[in-house]
């Protein structure tokens, strides 16, 4: 499907930029310094990439201010205050058109009583059972699953065999990717007198908000007795495990192979980097941030603000200095060998000489 062709006065008006060069060149599409040709806009975001910046080809270039004057490279620029919501802006332009599907495929099946809004297009071998009510302008793909009485705000954007469960409620323009699982119960067991584990109920919902974003394979739970509840705006990676209770803030930042573990309260504005695990009953603090592959042990809170690494997670600089110390041991320990083999020497010439 062929991509948007722009001016670059065009995208010079689009991002609010200012444009130096021929505001005539047409360009076709977006691209990296180091494969951008002619008839391409690329981008210079740091002065980390000057070198392929003067080798490039491109017609153009996206610049910040403070770059906007080196030497060499595309004699066409437009230039930003904010380079990377001006490139956001102008991928989203370039991006292929086409026409938004609308209907139902005749190989959907659709319970009589759900309500489907207007302009919705629900794909082949989508399942919509008794009681959902799906907003205006919903894009459910083929495979998806939307249990009785989930309700789904418009714009949504339903993924190839993702899945809705019963008590699941959707704000507007939530997208689920392929295969996301959103409101299935809970890891939760009780071992009883015979040994055996027996599931415990889960009659919680699942909340997503507006804005919110779920990724391939990533699952949110519904509560057990309380709700689950991922905020307003807040993005989660693929591969993501949300479980039981947890109210996630607004505007968070979750990324692939993480673990958040049952009645967790997160704030908003968090980062939480790939590979993190956050033990149940956690407090995390509005705009902390948790490293990749920390482990955050609870019962416990980690601060507002804080920035926290390692296993078990702690202040940063402090994992730092602990990872430095570390890493001179070698050192120390070679010295203490070499101190120990002399002291071995000396010792033996002492029982040598005695004898």
């Not at 990676?237 to 049952?262: E, F, K, Y």
């Not at 956050?278 to 705009?287: K, P, T, Y």
């Amino acid at each position: 499907m062929p991509s948007a062709r722009l001016t670059a006065r065009a995208v010079a008006t689009l991002v609010g930029g200012r444009l130096e060069g021929d505001g005539d060149l047409l360009l076709q599409h977006l691209a990296p310094l180091d494969r951008a040709g002619p008839d391409a806009l690329t981008f210079l975001l740091t002065p980390k990439y000057l070198a392929a910046f003067r080798a490039t080809r491109a017609g153009a270039v996206l610049v910040p201010e403070q770059l906007a004057s080196e030497p060499g490279g595309p004699a066409t620029r437009i230039i930003v205050a904010a380079p990377d919501e001006a490139l956001a802006e102008v991928a989203a332009a370039f991006m292929p058109g086409g026409s938004r599907p609308k209907g139902v495929d005749p190989a959907a099946r659709i319970a009589a009583d759900a309500l489907i809004g207007a302009d919705s297009w629900v794909g082949p071998f989508a399942v919509i059972e008794g009681g959902a009510r799906i907003g205006a302008r919903a894009r459910i793909a083929a495979g998806a699953s939307i249990g009785a009485g989930v309700t789904l705000g418009d714009d949504c954007d339903i993924g190839p065999n993702a899945v809705c469960y019963a008590g699941t409620t959707l704000g507007h323009r939530v997208v689920l990717k392929a295969g996301a699982v959103v409101g299935g119960p809970g890891f939760g067991y009780l071992r009883g007198t015979d040994g055996q584990h027996r599931r415990t109920p889960h009659l919680g919902a699942c909340v997503l908000q507006d804005d919110v974003e779920i990724g391939s394979g990533a699952c949110v739970d519904r509560g057990s007795f309380d709700d689950t509840i991922v905020g307003q705006g807040t993005k989660i990676d693929n591969l993501v495990q949300i479980a039981h209770n947890v109210r996630l803030g607004a505007r968070c930042l979750v990324m692939a192979t993480s673990g958040i573990a049952g009645s967790c309260r997160i704030g908003d504005d968090v980062v939480i980097a790939g590979g993190v695990g956050i033990a149940d009953h956690v407090i995390v603090g509005d705009s902390a941030v948790i490293g990749a592959k920390s482990v955050v042990f609870g019962p416990g809170t980690v601060p507002a603000g804080a920035v926290v690494t390692g296993y078990p997670a702690r202040p940063h600089r402090t994992f730092l200095r602990g990872q430095a110390a570390l890493y001179r041991l070698a050192a120390i320990i070679d010295d203490l060998e070499r101190i120990s083999a002399e002291r071995r020497d000396s010792d033996a010439a002492h029982r040598r000489s005695d004898s």
